[in-house]
């Protein structure tokens, strides 16, 4: 069922009352993609700014109720008469996930990729992917199996030795030179490139570099600001940023041109377990805008986290890319449930925990114990019969429908 504008609104306007500085972003979103008049945007901007640099508790309280009621006013003016129109666009957008989406939201195709490092005995390999707008596409696996590379050869940044690649939004006819493919890919990498200036100048430098001029760029230099939450740091140069507020800026000059092709490398790998989620759920929403929609490929050794944003999963392992699909459909034709707990007990002894309980194997990953069942035996029963035994789990996840069991796949 499509989520109706009235409804979001409302979804906001809770937050904003609970969490402000996180409602007002969301809210950045909501009129970018459903106010009647562009102004309502501008609107938003200015209070969320006012939020940001306001020390007065009253003066937030005065902004809070603001944004609460710019939030209905929105959605009151909004014209339920096209409401139907995104609803269309939102159900091509959850397509796209199975492969069914129109032929002018994909974003990006490779077909059998080969790239060879004839001195270390290394070879990349992908026999095909698609990436289409509306969707993120999670990529992990083990170290040293060539995502790095991947993310280069996708991005323009380096070279095949075979296969093909075509960019169809951009390059429908394949005419363009890599140049000015480049120009239109967004890459992030797991090491960012140093700056020089300050904060605010280098993303109006960007936004012009890709043709934003005038009240133009400045328009949208104010909304990623406020998107990713720099207000604070714009005449901030390298030397003043945290690792976590580089990612954001990275992002953020990324994001400033609208770029519907972003590729990220490792992007929680700088962050705190707080922000991870937050630049997450910032990608999520932006990803999924109904009127500037990206695709999104991120690599990333966070397993779950990136399973809870992503629409499907790629493996790698020994530069074979395997697609896993879509991120709802794994495990579903698994041949057994695993779980993983934390315990204090020793092997013995929660072998001997075990004797009586259906199970197939137990093992340890180094941290914690891999429990694997029959498909009928469920988390809540394993942990009911611990319990009755009088075990203290101290940390317990279901791996059954998890992209983490490929790597476990010796064991099981």
Same mark, same amino acid.
């Given at each position: ?90 159900? &091509?957008?959850?397509? @796209? +996930? ?7 939201? /994909?974003? #990006?195709?490779?077909? !059998? ?11 990349l390999q992908l026999d095909k992917l698609e990436l289409h707008l509306g969707q993120i596409t999670g990529l992990v696996g083990e170290n040293a199996t060539g995502k790095t590379t991947l993310l280069r050869i996708l991005a323009g940044e380096l070279a095949a030795d075979s296969g093909t690649l075509e960019y169809p939004m951009f390059d429908p006819e394949g005419r363009c030179s890599w ?36 009240? &133009?760029?400045?328009? @949208? +230099? ?7 939450? /720099?207000? #604070?740091?714009?005449? !901030? ?116 925990? /075990? ?58």
């Amino acid at each position: 069922m499509i989520e109706s504008v009235q409804h979001r609104a409302d979804a906001i306007r809770q937050v904003i009352r609970e969490h402000p500085e996180r409602g007002a972003g969301l809210l950045v979103d909501f009129a970018r993609q459903f106010a009647a008049s562009l102004e309502r945007e501008d609107e938003v901007i200015l209070l969320k700014i006012q939020l940001t640099e306001s020390e007065s508790q009253g003066e937030k309280r005065r902004i809070i109720k603001q944004l609460d009621a710019l939030a209905a006013q929105i959605a009151a003016e909004y014209d339920p008469a096209t409401q139907q129109a995104f609803a269309a666009k939102e159900n &091509a957008l959850a397509q @796209a +996930v199975s492969h069914q989406s129109a032929p002018n939201d /994909l974003v #990006l195709r490779a077909k !059998n990729i080969v790239k060879r490092y004839p001195s270390s005995g290394f070879t990349l390999q992908l026999d095909k992917l698609e990436l289409h707008l509306g969707q993120i596409t999670g990529l992990v696996g083990e170290n040293a199996t060539g995502k790095t590379t991947l993310l280069r050869i996708l991005a323009g940044e380096l070279a095949a030795d075979s296969g093909t690649l075509e960019y169809p939004m951009f390059d429908p006819e394949g005419r363009c030179s890599w140049p000015q493919l480049r120009q239109k890919i967004a890459y992030v990498p797991q090491d960012l490139p140093r700056w020089h200036g300050s904060l605010r100048d280098n993303l109006h430098y960007e936004a012009a570099l890709h043709g934003l001029r005038g009240a &133009a760029n400045r328009k @949208a +230099v104010d909304y990623i600001v406020q998107r990713m939450g /720099l207000g #604070l740091h714009l005449q !901030n140069d390298w030397m003043e940023l945290s690792g976590g507020y580089k990612l954001r800026f990275s992002l953020a000059k990324a994001l400033v041109w609208q770029a519907q092709l972003l590729i990220i490398d490792e992007p929680l790998a700088f962050l705190d377990v707080k922000t991870q989620f937050v630049v997450l759920n910032d990608l999520r929403n932006l990803t999924k805008s109904l009127r500037r929609p990206m695709a999104v490929l991120i690599s990333s050794q966070h397993l779950h986290e990136t399973e809870a944003v992503a629409d499907q999963m790629l493996f790698m392992r020994g530069g074979r890319l395997e697609n896993l699909g879509a991120t709802s459909s794994l495990g579903v034709h698994r041949k057994q449930n695993v779980y993983e707990l934390g315990c204090s007990l020793r092997f013995t002894e929660l072998q001997q925990a /075990l004797e009586n309980f259906p199970h197939h194997r137990v093992w340890n990953n180094g941290l914690n114990w891999i429990v694997t069942t029959p498909l009928s035996i469920t988390g809540h029963s394993l942990l009911q019969h611990l319990d009755g035994q009088g075990i203290a789990v101290l940390y317990f996840r279901d791996l059954s429908h998890s992209v983490k069991t490929k790597f476990y796949e010796d064991d099981l």
